[in-house]
């Protein structure tokens, strides 16, 4: 019998201003507990048996609709390989919640292409990693943080098409960041698919818009290292012209808690925006973290009406990112 963990954080993309660029890595984690007995005489499709422990009832178990095993497969086929190990056994552990802006999906990616990768010992270099993500999902802002951890900025080369990402080279910085920050998410209970919230942003943005978020993104990366924190440098740097408008009317709540609070009237907040494609808020914080969650859970319930709850955690920043251990 042979054994394998392998975990990925969750991630909080954009970070405000950086669209399909910044993300940073946070402590909600993806396990899969992977075991290989060639004696088990069951062979179920592909060798695979997956189990996923607590609630991910609307998660498929079939391996070729399965995110983690789809994404395994298709590693396994660019090296000629058609089935896992006989009998390999999955137990998938989640607690990056679904379709809520915290990249429950990159996580699952990221955790395939490691699967195949560690099964097979095919010694995959992190560009290729980068590169199998790319294939399924093709902004690589969640995938990059929940590789290496951290807050990172990515760009894409070499992109052949939308469709076709398989040519596609991901390169990234590491942004440093205080130590003292930590993210306060606050997760309303509904999910918003990412390629929904996707839909509704414009085809094309005036200038005054892209300047708007480009001065930000620079000031950001610099200003979330900073020994001494300027609240007020965050704070600004952290808001956003190019999709945070345009998904307020599917979050509400999300416009008055981006116009109500901020450094001056919320000690040890210094940023707020939307998670990801949302609908989870992100705060970075210095202090002050279970009240700055119950000041945005407010805000939630009374534009939402009590229409949906919301539940809240205060986060680390997850600086090693994706992590294998194995007896292979
Ligand atoms: N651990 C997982 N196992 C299988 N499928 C998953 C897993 N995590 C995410 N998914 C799939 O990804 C979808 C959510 O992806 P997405 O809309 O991009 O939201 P987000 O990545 O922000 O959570 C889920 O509805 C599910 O289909
Ligand atoms: N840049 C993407 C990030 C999506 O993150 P997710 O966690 O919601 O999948 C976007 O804003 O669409």
Not at 22 to 29: E, M, N, T
Not at 114 to 133: E, K, V
Not at 263 to 291: E, H, M, R, W
């Amino acid at each position: 019998m042979k054994n394998i963990t392998i975990t990925v954080p969750a991630t909080s993309a954009n970070v405000g201003p950086g669209f399909d660029v910044l993300g940073i890595a946070v402590s909600l984690f993806l396990k899969l507990r992977v075991n290989v007995n060639p004696d088990e005489t069951k062979t179920d499709k592909y060798n695979i048996e997956l189990e996923y422990l607590g609630d991910n009832s609307t998660v498929p178990l079939d391996p070729e609709e399965n995110i983690i095993t789809k994404v395994a497969l298709h590693v396994m086929s660019s090296f000629n390989i058609n089935e896992f190990p006989k009998h390999t056994k999955v137990i998938v552990e989640n607690c990056i919640p679904l379709g809520r802006g915290l990249g429950s999906s990159a996580a699952a990616i990221v955790s395939g292409v490691l699967l195949a990768d560690t099964l097979f010992n095919l010694r995959l270099t992190q560009q290729q990693i980068f590169s199998f993500c790319l294939v399924f999902e093709n902004h690589p802002d969640n995938t990059t943080p929940a590789i290496v951890g951290g807050v990172s900025a990515s760009y894409v080369i070499e992109t052949t098409s939308e469709l076709d990402s398989s040519n596609s080279v991901v390169d990234h910085v590491k942004i440093p960041i205080n130590p003292i920050i930590k993210a306060v998410v606050v997760i309303p209970e509904f999910e918003l698919s990412t390629s929904y919230s996707r839909s509704v942003l414009p085809k094309s943005y005036n200038i005054k818009d892209i300047v708007y978020n480009l001065q930000r993104i620079a000031t950001l990366s610099i200003a979330l290292g900073q020994q001494d924190l300027r609240p007020e440098l965050i704070f600004n740097s952290m808001k956003d012209s190019l999709h945070q408008p345009y998904r307020a009317a599917l979050v509400p709540g999300l416009a008055k808690i981006l116009s109500d609070l901020d450094y001056k009237n919320t000690p040890g907040l210094v940023g707020i925006c939307l998670s990801g494609a949302g609908p989870t808020t992100l705060a970075l914080a210095t202090d002050n973290f279970d009240l700055i969650a119950q000041k945005i859970q407010s805000i939630f319930d009374s534009e939402s009406n009590g229409s949906f709850k919301t539940h809240y955690y205060v986060l680390d920043v997850v600086h090693n990112g994706a992590i294998v251990q194995s007896d292979l």
